[in-house]
């Protein structure tokens, strides 16, 4: 599998069935998005008084840590493992992406319609003086100089949702784990740093931690009408988008996610390597949170591939228990 397959075109099904192909590059994916949303309403940010009811940047990153915190034990947990000034920017990071994420996921109103103007946001020269996440978000960029057309990669990952509830191919899903996973890799890589060489093993490293969500989440994804693993997988195990759709659970089905699987399993091992590229005072957390969701695939086996009914998670003493042989496995790789 390639780094970053051709840009071809992912697949998504509307209500009637019919296959529609959308394009995949970043600057087209916005396009569509503000399309989508009516661009000739969205609001216009007055940027005449931009400390009106503004928040302080320690605030602001406050939130971010409280986020992450919350939304994410895994994430808060390898984080922890990290120095304070780069600890706080990689929430600050998981943050935005969460917020960007639940736009779609939860909204509140037209998900369209809000995450193009979180987008319009987000690529303002000046965060709005109230929103701690942009705010710490933007300390940030700018503090890194992290890279504007990865963040709209990160974006257009977000937006693919909107439209997208099918994939033809894995190497179509591989575009959609790259922009929401493989890139905030590469942001973190802006702020903790990294050797040359470091990019292609961050990809795979991001696409095997998004292989473990959509693993995990089948059932609740389907659930909202959605079904990530590729429509080439289901046929090759006698599956269809109904029996995934109403929570079919026989040896096909559990053939199938073992197949999905091992191809992560595969993708964490080809990834590990790259950690012995990464600044020594980041190695840990980035080893925790690659084998601490890893171990998440084991719990998957141990349900016996139910994902529909159950949800695969490791408890806190259980990451702790793991860090000692990963920080072996770490101190092996960077000798080697």
């Known amino acids: 599998m390639p780094l970053n397959p051709p840009h071809r075109l ?3 099904i509307p209500p009637g069935g019919e296959y529609i ?3 995949l590059p970043a600057e087209e994916q916005l396009a569509q998005l503000f ?8 609001s ?4 005449e008084h ?3 009811g503004s928040i302080s940047l320690s605030e602001a990153y406050r939130v971010c840590y409280q ?11 390898s984080t922890q493992l990290l120095p304070s000034e780069k600890r706080r920017s990689i929430r600050a990071l998981y943050a935005f992406g969460r917020m960007s994420d639940d736009i779609v996921d939860h909204p509140d109103s037209d998900p369209a319609y809000a995450l193009a103007e979180w987008v319009r946001k987000v690529q303002s020269p000046r965060a709005p003086a109230n929103d701690p996440i942009l705010l710490a978000w933007n300390d940030t960029c700018a503090r890194y100089e992290i890279d504007g057309a990865l963040v709209n990669e990160l974006l257009a990952g977000f937006a693919m949702d909107l439209t997208i509830t099918r994939y033809q191919t894995f190497a179509d899903l591989w575009l959609y784990c790259y922009r929401v996973a493989s890139v905030v890799g590469l942001l973190s890589m802006g702020v903790i740093g990294a050797a040359p060489g470091a990019t292609s093993y961050a990809i795979k490293l991001g696409v095997a931690l998004q292989m473990t969500n959509i693993i995990r989440d089948v059932g609740e994804d389907a659930r909202r009408g959605r079904i990530y693993l590729p429509q080439e997988d289901l046929r090759a195990f006698g599956l269809s988008d109904d029996d995934i759709l109403s929570g079919v659970y026989d040896d096909q089905f559990r053939a199938l996610m073992q197949f999905q699987l091992a191809r992560a ?5 080809e990834s590990w390597p790259g950690i012995a590229l990464l600044p ?3 190695r840990l957390a980035v080893g925790a949170a690659a084998r601490v969701y890893r171990g998440i695939l084991d719990k998957v086996a141990a349900n016996k591939y139910d994902v529909h009914t159950k949800r695969a998670f490791l408890t806190l003493r259980e990451k702790f228990l793991m860090l000692p042989r990963i920080w072996r496995d770490i101190r092996r790789l960077s000798s080697q």
């Open 67 to 77: 986020a992450t915190r919350q939304h994410s034990k895994s994430f808060f947990f």
């Open 265 to 269: 399993h595969r993708l964490y091992d």
């Open 280 to 282: 020594y005072d980041s």
């Open 35 to 42: 399309l989508l949303a009516g661009a000739s309403s969205l």
């Open 50 to 52: 931009p400390t009106e």
């Open 21 to 23: 192909g959308q394009p």
């Open 10 to 12: 992912a697949l998504s």
């Open 44 to 47: 216009r940010q007055n940027d």
